[in-house]
Nanobody, 119 residues
Framework: QVQLVESGGGLVQPGGSLRLSCAAS????????MSWYRQTPGKARERVAT????????VYAESVKGRFTISRDSAKNTLYLQMNSLKPEDTAVFYC????????????WGQGTQVTVSS
């Protein structure tokens, strides 16, 4: 059974930093493109960052370029999102996504972690 478990969310002041983690189990981590998405009430889920494997190519939404960094540790089956210079508009539920590069349609989501940026 595939599980993606996010952690690291919380309340932070504007300008602050948070590091999100997503622990993956039940899948061959190396065969998945990993992404972070976020969603606010009434809006569609937005892709924030993606990292491929192998190669580790990173792609970012324009709104987070230069502030967020996505990374993955294949030895730990874990995905990370380092978020710096956080803004109130970054407030959202952040989700981890795993998309198989081997089998079309194998697409998994975590339960989400809340990030709130407020003074």
């Amino acid at each position: 059974q595939v599980q993606l478990v996010e952690s690291g969310g919380g309340l932070v002041q504007p300008g602050g930093s948070l590091r999100l983690s997503c622990a993956a189990s039940g899948l061959n981590f190396r065969n998945y493109v990993m992404s972070w998405y976020r969603q606010t009430p009434g809006k569609a889920r937005e892709r924030v960052a993606t990292i491929t494997n192998p190669g580790g190519i990173e792609v970012y939404a324009e709104s987070v370029k230069g502030r967020f960094t996505i990374s993955r540790d294949s030895a730990k089956n874990t995905l990370y999102l380092q978020m710096n210079s956080l803004k109130p508009e970054d407030t959202a539920v952040f989700y981890c996504n795993a998309r198989s590069t081997v089998v079309a349609g194998w697409d998994y989501w975590g339960q989400g972690t809340q990030v709130t940026v407020s003074s």
